[in-house]
């Protein structure tokens, strides 16, 4: 206090360190979490839901009295190639907010997964594709959704597994 006094700063650096060193533009930089699983548009990897990057907050409107954020960062995926090289050739991935749907949207650098289907010329995998069953059957379907058990028991590779562990135990 007494440096306070003979009009010297009480500290020579912001409380929050380097997170405040945009804050005259506006912009503090916080951890995000993605909300959803995106591909990055720059690399092409995919980045899951729940991966935390640091981020620059900043507000870029609103909507009725609320503000729109937007969370700008860094893709942190790594293949070891050079177009994931952060300092060669860094992408970033901007994700706003969006208080009209109480979602989020990405705004630039990326596609969010569940959206792939809506570009211009994407191919929508088919189930076997995926790897997956195909369920044509709105009865099979609905019951599989209501009683976990029926779907275990019903699914082509979960049978083999079952019947993998019955053997097992009768052998045991």
Known sequence: LAAARLGEPAWKAHPLRERAKKLGEGILVVRFEMPFDVRCSGCGNRIAKGVRFNA???????????KVWSF????AAEDG??????????HYIEVRTDPKAADYVVAEGAVRVGDLDKL???KVPSAEELGVEEL????????RAADPFYGLEHAPAARRSVERARAERVSA
């Open 56 to 66: 620059e907050k900043k507000c870029v409107g609103k909507y009725l009295s609320t």
């Open 72 to 75: 700008r960062m860094m893709c």
């Open 81 to 90: 190639t050079s177009r994931t090289d952060r300092t060669r050739n860094a």
């Open 120 to 122: 211009p010329g994407a």
């Open 136 to 143: 044509a059957d709105p009865k099979d379907r609905e019951r």
